[in-house]
């Protein structure tokens, strides 16, 4: 089908709430490497990667090669019987994951990760109250709709009361009206004050992501993770670290981003790169919070771990190991946030640029004094870059956040195409709107 008929059907058939970019949406048709291709043959670099989801690029040969062979073989059998590929792979998760974090719990997506996350601390430690920040996304489950912290995405009107928001560590825009450092991470003190006044006093756990996904890629100081998780557990809770966005490397350094801020998460969640965009989620607690769920009554995941992505999920942390490690990540991350800082100084609609290893945003402003937010800016370089052959995400509470997370396996060359292509559609940009 040519792009038309493809739209009239989405039009005709699916839900009309589904979100597409563009004026004019972009059917995709097929892709290879770190390029898509739309149904009418063009050629695009893909800078968003399906959402921080295609790890290692588009159809790669070792993720194919593993998936087919699994196909050919067992495709499907839940988690009442045991697969090789499903034990392999929990094995791997607590090889590469820091602290003492264990034993898994695999599931279809990140809403589920998140959803058995907070089903485990109030398990393990018989409180029923969670403190979550504001500007967090966790997912479409009506729980974790009441854990994200955006109107936007709050669908329905069944929304937990056990969920909690503290102020988020947003430096660019503090709700404090503080700067840091001189503010001493006062945000981190918040969660102590939302527990006092707005909880039993004991909770079951401070969740957050290491980076804002969705918010728009906001990225807290280095003190910002050991204050808040010392006021949780003082507190009675534990620390649920969602790494569905941030994880497998995406950061630099480190497997998994909170290890930026040198802290040991109790439990911890993941999906979206973690199979190269086979559907699965994961969560990951230490031993004595798994071995709380013992007893308390029947669980199977019917899809949870099996055999096919397990298999990609194996293939996906190979290809990571082999072609694009996390310290290679903190490289090429770095290249590319010199690009973009170098955009920040030549582009007056640029007020912060931030994130990162391979994980960076650029918010966009109309004046960098007032920092009023530019959402119309993003439409318009949303707009320039497709039409250069450049595919980028957008985020952040007033949508004036672009978000750039290319496949992990990109190469510096393809990181200059991008900053010359994005040079360019500010440029366009900047000339529309009469910017100086």
């Known amino acids: 089908m040519n792009t038309q008929e493809i739209l009239e059907k989405q039009r005709k058939y699916l839900w009309p709430n589904h979100i597409l970019y563009y004026t004019e949406p972009l059917p995709l048709d097929h892709g290879e490497g770190n390029y898509v ?6 050629r695009y670099l893909d800078f968003f990667g399906g959402i921080l989801t295609t790890s290692v690029g588009h159809n790669h040969p070792r993720v194919v090669n ?26 791997k998760m607590a090889e590469i994951t ?4 264990q034993q898994s719990f695999f599931t279809n997506s990140g809403s589920e990760a998140n959803e058995t996350a907070i089903v485990a601390a109030q398990t393990f430690t018989d409180h029923r109250e969670v403190v979550a920040l504001r500007h967090a996304y966790s997912g479409r489950t009506s729980l974790t709709m009441s854990v994200t912290a955006h109107a936007n995405w709050k669908l329905g009107k069944s929304f937990s009361p ?5 102020l988020n560590p947003y430096c660019y825009r503090c709700p404090l009206k503080m700067s840091y450092p001189s503010c001493g991470v006062a945000c981190a003190q918040d969660i102590e004050d939302v527990i006092k006044t707005t909880t039993s006093g004991r909770i079951a756990a401070f969740m957050a992501e290491p980076i804002q996904g969705v918010g728009g890629f906001i990225t807290p100081p280095p003190e910002y993770f050991k204050l808040a998780v010392d006021i949780a557990h003082h507190y ?5 670290c969602d790494e569905v966005q941030t994880g497998f490397g995406r950061t630099g350094e480190y497997w998994f981003g909170i290890s930026h801020w040198g802290v040991e998460p109790e439990i911890m969640t993941m999906a979206k790169g973690i199979a190269n965009g086979l559907p699965m989620g994961n969560t990951i607690t230490v031993p004595e919070v798994a071995q709380a769920m013992t007893g308390r009554g029947l669980t199977l995941s019917t899809f949870g771990g099996n055999p096919t992505s397990t298999a990609a999920s194996l293939a996906t942390i190979e290809a990571i190991e082999e072609e694009a490690p996390p310290a290679a990540i903190a490289l090429t991350g770095d290249h590319l946030r010199g690009g ?4 920040w100084e030549k582009y007056p609609l640029i007020g912060d640029v931030r994130g990162k290893g391979l994980m960076q945003g650029i918010e966009m402003v109309t004046n960098r004094q007032t920092k009023e937010p530019a959402p119309v800016a993003v439409a318009q370089l949303f707009e320039e870059t497709r039409a250069r052959g450049l595919l980028i995400g957008k985020g952040g509470l007033f949508g004036n956040v672009i978000r750039i997370s290319p496949p992990l396996t990109v190469t510096i060359e393809q990181i200059d195409e991008a900053l010359a292509i994005l040079d360019h559609a500010f440029g366009a940009v900047h000339e529309t709107l009469g910017v100086n």
Do not use: C
């Open 98 to 101: 820091p602290g003492r974090l």
């Open 340 to 343: 973009l800082e170098r955009l």
């Open 37 to 42: 291709w739309d149904v009418e043959g063009r």
């Open 162 to 166: 056990d969920i909690k928001h503290a």
């Open 236 to 240: 009675g809770g534990v620390f649920i």
């Open 66 to 91: 593993a998936v087919r062979e699994q196909v050919g073989k067992l495709i499907h059998s839940s988690t009442l019987y045991p697969n090789e590929n499903h034990v392999l792979l929990a094995e």
